[in-house]
């Protein structure tokens, strides 16, 4: 499975973004979905969350400006970008979360490839 980000890019300072992803397949056993980012020279940070029973997740840094949600359609989550910072300037990867079951239950990560969301003045 390949998942694709879309909608990065630059803009200034309090401006706003929308992320979404697309999934080359579908998804089965899917547990939870979000996006993480990393900046150069630093460890992917997680951004935000979402289960399967709509409970979120976010990363203090991001909280009440940011919002993620599912795409019912492709079954990928969407990032809403408000009141960007600089901070945020980072490579965003898209991120779902499946469960597979044997004599335990584990997640595994299916990552997409990232894309560039630049906050300057």
């Known amino acids: 499975v390949q998942l694709v980000e879309s909608g990065g890019g630059s803009v200034q300072p309090g401006g706003s973004l929308r992320l979404g992803c697309v999934a080359s397949?579908?998804?089965?056993?899917?547990?939870?979905m979000g996006w993480y980012r990393q900046v150069i020279g630093k460890e992917r940070e997680l951004v935000a969350l979402?289960?399967?029973?709509?409970?979120?997740t976010y990363a203090d840094s991001v909280k009440d400006r940011f919002t993620v949600s599912r795409d019912n359609t492709n079954n990928t989550p969407d990032l809403q970008m408000n009141n960007l910072r600089p901070e945020d300037t980072a490579v965003y990867y898209c991120?779902?979360?499946?469960?597979?079951?044997?004599?335990?239950?584990?997640?595994?990560?299916?990552w997409g490839q990232g894309t560039q969301v630049t906050v300057s003045s």
């Open positions: 991120n779902v979360k499946v469960l597979r079951c044997g004599s335990a239950c584990r997640e595994y990560d299916l």
């Open positions: 397949e579908t998804i089965f056993s899917i547990h939870r």
């Open positions: 979402i289960n399967n029973s709509g409970g979120t």
